[in-house]
Each structure stands twice: as structure tokens, then as C-alpha cells.
């Protein structure tokens, strides 16, 4: 199982949601100094109406308080867009 597998479903777990996309961005920031080639560069947008409920920034910590251990581990920077 990929990271991306991973993570879609730990989410999917995790959240009552419609859809969810992830999108690896690393290579645009293969250039970067602190450019690691274990991290990803993530954006995941998620289409649901439970999270559209909540403030952008609660959504975006409950996502975040998902993905705590890959954060730390797998990945460097997460972007988030609910729909």
C-alpha cells in the first residue's frame, strides 16, 4: 500500500466524505534547500458536506490531527481544500 493509499484511507476512516483526490506537488519543489526525497508535497482535496460545515480552520485541524504521524514522518507540506 502506497502513502497515498494510506492516507486516503485513514481519512475516508475517518471522515464521512464524498470524495477525496490526493495530488503529489513534489516535483515542483525539487529545487528547494530543504527538498527531502522522503517527504511528499501533498494536496488532498476532500469533498465534504461535514467538513464544509466546520470553520476552514477546524477542518483543517481535524485533518491535520489525522495525518499526525505522517506529518512528522512522510510528509513536508500539506495542502488542504475542502468542498
Known amino acids: 500500500m ?3 493509499d494510506e492516507i486516503k484511507k485513514k481519512i475516508s476512516k475517518n471522515i464521512n466524505l464524498e470524495n477525496i483526490i490526493l495530488i503529489d506537488n513534489s516535483y515542483l519543489h525539487k529545487k528547494h534547500k530543504s527538498f527531502d526525497i522522503n517527504k511528499i508535497h501533498l494536496k488532498i482535496i476532500i ?3 461535514k467538513l464544509k460545515k466546520l470553520s476552514k480552520v477546524d477542518a483543517h485541524k481535524k ?4 495525518l499526525r504521524e505522517e506529518m512528522k514522518n512522510k510528509i513536508h507540506a500539506l495542502e488542504i481544500e475542502v468542498k
Open 47 to 49: 469533498e465534504s458536506k
Open 2 to 4: 502506497t502513502i497515498h
Open 63 to 66: 485533518i491535520y490531527s489525522l
